[in-house]
């Protein structure tokens, strides 16, 4: 009989320098997860402020090898050091500078060296929120390609003027599924809790134009807040083709990192009288939300059952922004 593969997890630690990348790693290496006595290699792909001293490497039984050139970081050199040291697991600290879509391609090519291992990839992005804004400004494709592929994202450096939906926006609107963990010296962030800019106790929870796409991701992450509330929000209808009668998509078109990344975000909604209405025209509904199971989503998800429509002038800004 044939037993089950031996696992390589290999951690994607991601993020521009000074994000806080070595610390990270540096935890990882002492946390009660790496003691286990297994070999740890570490990929870094720039020196940052930080290294990693001989004593950490032989306490924790690590060995780390640095790739310095974006042209290096590729699967033979890899295989190089993994005969080299034969490490149990992989640590990459990636540099924040190359292009996101090295990490699928170098899965890949490990799957076929390691061939009689599985290879696990766990993506971790690393962020200071001290520079967050500034690079969106700046480089926003670069973060956002990031987003994408991290299943965790690390916002290090906050404090009490720390805006959590902001950044929760930026990466919700383009990797719902990530995980975001906050990091605070000051024990006073914790308590904070996330505002929105709107009253979610009213009775009808009104939602601005500009407040669109914080509410929509508040929405997705926080069902229960929204479930049987009635909002009102102004949106653009589109007439799909094999919607059950009486349902149409309702929500606004979004940019979630440059004009040539735009995207429809929509949900059911149901109203009589659709018909009186063009497609893609701008509505006003007042709705109750519900949040269930739908055949057009083939899983559960936000519904609205609207008790008033009202024809709409187009918001001042078409398009919707996260942060």
Same mark, same amino acid.
């Given at each position: =009989? *044939?037993?089950?593969?031996?696992?390589?997890?290999?951690? !994607?630690?991601?993020?521009?320098?000074?994000?806080?990348?070595?610390?990270?790693?540096?935890?990882?290496?002492?946390?009660?997860?790496?003691?286990?006595?297994? /070999?740890?290699?570490?990929? $870094?792909?720039?020196?940052?402020?930080?290294?990693?001293? @001989?004593?950490?490497?032989?306490?924790?039984?690590?060995?780390?090898?640095?790739?310095?050139?974006?042209?290096?970081?590729?699967?033979?050199?890899?295989?190089?050091?993994?005969?080299?040291?034969?490490?149990?697991?992989?640590? &990459?600290?990636?540099?924040? &500078?190359?292009?996101?879509?090295?990490?699928?391609?170098?899965?890949?090519?490990?799957?076929?060296?390691?061939?009689?291992?599985? !290879?696990?990839?766990? @993506? +971790?992005?690393? !962020?200071?929120?001290?520079?967050?804004?500034?690079?969106?400004?700046? #480089?926003?494709?670069? =973060?956002?390609?990031?987003?994408? +592929?991290?299943?965790?994202?690390?916002?290090?450096?906050?404090?009490?003027?720390?805006?959590?939906?902001?950044?929760?926006?930026?990466? /919700?609107?383009?990797?719902?599924?990530?995980?975001?963990?906050?990091?605070?010296?000051?024990?006073?962030?914790?308590? &904070?809790?996330?505002?929105?800019? *709107?009253?979610?106790?009213?009775? !009808?929870?009104?939602?601005?134009?500009?407040?669109?796409?914080?509410?929509?991701?508040? #929405?997705?992450?926080?069902?229960?807040?929204?479930?049987?509330?009635?909002?009102?929000? /102004?949106?653009?209808?589109?007439? @799909?083709?094999?919607?059950?009668?009486?349902?149409?998509?309702?929500?606004?078109?979004?940019?979630?990192?440059?004009?040539?990344?735009?995207?429809? #975000?929509?949900?059911?909604?149901?109203?009589?009288?659709?018909?009186?209405?063009?497609?893609?025209?701008?509505?006003?509904?007042?709705?109750?939300?519900?949040?269930?199971? #739908?055949?057009?989503? $083939?899983?559960?998800?936000?519904? *609205?059952?609207?008790?008033?429509?009202?024809?709409?002038?187009?918001?001042?800004?078409?398009?919707?922004? *996260?942060?």
């Amino acid at each position: =009989m *044939f037993g089950r593969k031996k696992e390589m997890m290999v951690y !994607v630690i991601m993020g521009f320098l000074e994000a806080g990348k070595t610390s990270l790693i540096k935890d990882l290496l002492q946390d009660e997860l790496f003691d286990d006595h297994a /070999k740890t290699l570490i990929l $870094a792909c720039e020196e940052g402020e930080e290294e990693y001293d @001989t004593d950490l490497l032989q306490k924790t039984g690590a060995a780390c090898e640095y790739i310095e050139d974006e042209e290096s970081f590729r699967g033979k050199v890899i295989e190089k050091f993994l005969k080299k040291h034969r490490p149990d697991r992989i640590v &990459m600290e990636y540099n924040g &500078m190359w292009p996101a879509s090295h990490i699928p391609e170098i899965y890949d090519e490990l799957e076929e060296i390691c061939f009689d291992r599985e !290879v696990i990839f766990q @993506t +971790i992005d690393v !962020v200071n929120d001290e520079s967050f804004s500034l690079y969106m400004k700046n #480089m926003p494709s670069m =973060m956002v390609d990031q987003f994408r +592929i991290a299943e965790m994202i690390i916002v290090n450096r906050c404090t009490l003027q720390t805006s959590k939906s902001a950044i929760r926006g930026s990466v /919700k609107a383009v990797n719902p599924r990530a995980q975001i963990v906050y990091e605070s010296e000051d024990d006073a962030f914790y308590d &904070m809790k996330e505002e929105m800019p *709107f009253d979610t106790n009213a009775d !009808v929870i009104e939602v601005s134009d500009d407040d669109f796409g914080l509410w929509y991701i508040d #929405m997705l992450d926080h069902p229960e807040t929204y479930t049987g509330k009635i909002l009102k929000i /102004k949106g653009l209808i589109q007439k @799909t083709m094999g919607l059950q009668h009486g349902f149409v998509v309702f929500g606004r078109f979004a940019m979630t990192c440059c004009a040539d990344d735009v995207q429809y #975000m929509g949900f059911l909604c149901k109203a009589d009288g659709w018909s009186s209405y063009q497609n893609k025209q701008y509505v006003t509904v007042t709705a109750r939300m519900e949040y269930k199971y #739908m055949e057009e989503y $083939a899983q559960e998800g936000p519904v *609205f059952y609207a008790e008033e429509v009202e024809p709409a002038e187009k918001p001042k800004e078409e398009l919707v922004y *996260f942060n």
